[in-house]
């Protein structure tokens, strides 16, 4: 769920400005699915602008205070969540965690680095969701460590209906700042991908 479409379009906006988002039809982008794609979001970058990362960091605590009640604590998902999630924990004045895609081979074999509880009511933050596996890893993590998962922040959706069905097979509420669907509208709109970009990318998402 989109926190709001005049946010989704200041976000797209924004990223595009930025050049967050790369294509290359030709030469597809491998992700770490190994799914071949034609499009990419490094929203890393956004960290480089203060006022991104500001706009960004208000609207996730937006969105947390809108869908989600007695929130005790943030977690962040390795890597593209962590500073996001620490300034959103900031923001709110939060105790903060971030989650590794899995345990560590050595030391402590954490896979949760911080202090939470069990019973806590976290919301989780991300860059951006693919298919949602890696994600998801992170809330099923939390769950496991008895924490209760009120749901999933994130910049930015693929929409890929592959992730869809998994949030809610996992029952896992996710809002995000903008998708797929407004940044090609935002895109095609002030000329930063063609037409027949539009048919590459349209084809991209049906395949799935």
């Not at 620490?86 to 050595?106: I, T, W």
């Not at 991300?126 to 769950?143: K, M, N, P, Y």
């Amino acid at each position: 769920m989109l926190l709001s479409k005049d946010i989704a379009l200041q976000t797209a906006e924004l990223l595009l400005k930025i050049k967050a988002v790369k294509l290359s039809p030709k030469e597809p982008f491998t992700w770490a699915s190994g799914i071949q794609s034609p499009i990419y979001c490094d929203n890393r970058i956004t960290l480089s602008f203060p006022e991104i990362r500001t706009f960004i960091r208000q609207q996730f605590s937006k969105a947390i205070h809108t869908y989600f009640e007695g929130v005790e604590a943030i977690a962040g998902v390795a890597t593209g969540g962590i500073a996001q999630g620490v300034l959103v924990a900031q923001e709110l004045g939060l105790p903060f965690a971030y989650v590794r895609s899995g345990k560590k081979d050595h030391g402590l074999t954490n896979q949760i680095e911080g202090k939470l509880e069990s019973g806590q009511r976290v919301v989780v933050v991300e860059d951006l969701i693919s298919t949602g596996g890696s994600s998801l890893g992170a809330v099923s993590a939390l769950r496991e460590a008895g924490c209760q998962v009120s749901g999933m922040v994130a910049i930015f959706t693929y929409n890929l209906p592959l992730s869809i069905r998994k949030f809610a097979e996992a029952n896992c509420q996710l809002i995000t700042l903008s998708d797929y669907d407004i940044l090609i509208e935002q895109a095609l709109s002030t000329g930063y991908v063609t037409h027949e970009d539009l048919k590459v990318l349209n084809e991209f998402k049906s395949a799935f």
